[in-house]
Structures are given as structure tokens and as C-alpha cells.
């Protein structure tokens, strides 16, 4: 049971390329999210999906994209890099059922972008 | 959700109790008191959640005002090891998305 994974850890990216950042989970969790966090802030949504085939926008989704298609992964792409997307990114995932307590995170992936 | 008002750092001796506050004054009736830790930058991770009783567990206590208005972490005896980024948020627990937001959480500080 390896909770959630994102790979890469670490990448430099140069303005305008593209990449995908990867992130899965192997506990069967509906729910999977992908945060954001730059110096000295706190995590903020940048998309989120409840389950296969669903996904939607959080607090700042520009400029990100992301899909579904199977429970275990949740990509997040960046389409054309910015140096303001430079920042340490998330993946979160749980159950969405009433009783929803504990979110497992990833160990996030530094993203710098040049 | 509610909003959430934290201290942005505190420090606390090795091997005594670390008391973190939060105050939640504009919480609703459904709405729950989570805690998450972030050490060194790592992946948040889960401590604790209430709603109006205090609760335990082999992490902490969590202490929660009988008005609701305000809440407090207990870490019983600080380690080194639990020098991290506390966040407390509030939240309704209802089945679908039911995010979590994070704000500034509170940076502490275990000193030897």
C-alpha cells in the first residue's frame, strides 16, 4: 500500500513548455485534488475530482489542466509554463462518503519554471 | 466554511505540552474542527477532527470551547519532531467535494 505517489519530485521547466505532473493512489479513494503552495503560504485548490470521468476547478485553476479517466490517477498538466507557476505542487486524495475525515497527501513535486 | 484565526508561530520547550489555538467564531452547527500538520514542507498530514466534544487520539487532544467559537490542538509532550506548520480548518462533513482550504496555519517550534 503505497498511499499517494507523485513523480517527478523535482523539475526545471523553461517558459512556455509543456509537462504533466503525475499523481496516484492506490487506496480506492473517489475523491483526488491538486494543490499548490509558494513560499511561505498555505495550500491553495487548484483542481479537484469526486470520481472517474468528473473533475472541476478550485481557487486557482488557470493555466492547469487535469483528467480522470481511472479512480487511481489524477494528472495535472501545465500547458504552456509560466515562472509564476513555480511552486511545490500536491496531490491529495480520501473518500466521499458522510463520514469524510482523513486526506492523504502526496510528497509534492518542486516545480520551477525559468 | 468558516474562517480560521491562527498565531503565526509559537515555540514550546522539548518534552512539554504545546497548545495551539484557533478561534472559529463564525462556525455553523454542522461544521467540524479539522487539524493537519506539514513538516519541513512534506505533504500535510492529518492529526485530528471534533465537533463539539473533546477528542483523543495517539497524536493529540483537541479541546473545543463550549460555545464552538474557538478550539485548541494539545500535543501532550513536544518533540523535536513535531516542529511543524499546524493548520486548523473548519468543515461540514456532507458527502461529494467538501474541499479542504488551508490557510497560514500556525509555524511551531520545538526547542531543545
Known amino acids: 500500500n503505497a498511499g499517494v505517489t507523485q513523480t517527478p519530485k523535482f523539475q526545471v521547466l523553461k517558459t512556455g513548455q509543456s509537462m504533466t505532473l503525475q499523481c496516484a493512489q492506490d487506496?480506492?479513494?473517489?475523491?483526488m485534488s491538486w494543490y499548490r503552495q509558494d513560499p511561505g503560504m498555505g495550500l491553495r485548490l487548484i483542481h479537484y475530482?469526486?470520481?472517474?470521468?468528473?473533475?472541476d476547478q478550485g481557487e486557482v485553476p488557470n493555466g492547469y489542466n487535469v483528467s480522470r479517466s481511472t479512480t487511481e490517477d489524477f494528472p495535472l498538466r501545465l500547458l504552456s509554463a509560466a515562472p509564476s507557476q513555480t511552486s511545490v505542487y500536491f496531490c491529495?486524495?480520501?473518500?466521499?462518503?458522510?463520514?469524510?475525515?482523513?486526506?492523504?497527501f502526496g510528497q509534492g513535486t518542486r516545480l520551477t519554471v525559468v | 466554511d468558516a474562517k480560521t484565526t491562527q498565531p503565526p508561530s509559537m515555540d514550546c520547550a522539548e518534552g512539554r505540552a504545546a497548545n495551539l489555538p484557533c478561534n472559529h467564531s463564525t462556525i455553523s452547527g454542522n461544521e467540524y474542527v479539522y487539524w493537519y500538520r506539514q513538516i519541513h514542507s512534506q505533504g500535510p498530514q492529518y492529526i485530528i477532527h471534533?465537533?463539539?466534544n473533546n477528542e483523543t487520539n495517539e497524536m493529540a487532544s483537541l479541546i473545543i470551547t463550549e460555545d464552538r467559537k474557538s478550539s485548541t490542538l494539545i500535543l501532550p509532550h513536544a518533540t523535536l519532531r513535531d516542529t511543524a506548520v499546524y493548520y486548523c480548518?473548519?468543515?461540514?462533513?456532507?458527502?461529494?467535494?467538501?474541499?479542504?482550504?488551508f490557510g497560514t496555519g500556525t509555524r511551531l517550534t520545538v526547542i531543545p
Open positions: 475530482s469526486v470520481g472517474a470521468g468528473i473533475t
Open positions: 480548518i473548519v468543515r461540514a462533513l456532507r458527502t461529494g467535494a467538501n474541499n479542504l482550504f
Open positions: 487506496m480506492n479513494h473517489e475523491y
Open positions: 471534533g465537533l463539539k
Open positions: 491529495a486524495s480520501r473518500l466521499t462518503g458522510p463520514i469524510t475525515t482523513e486526506a492523504f
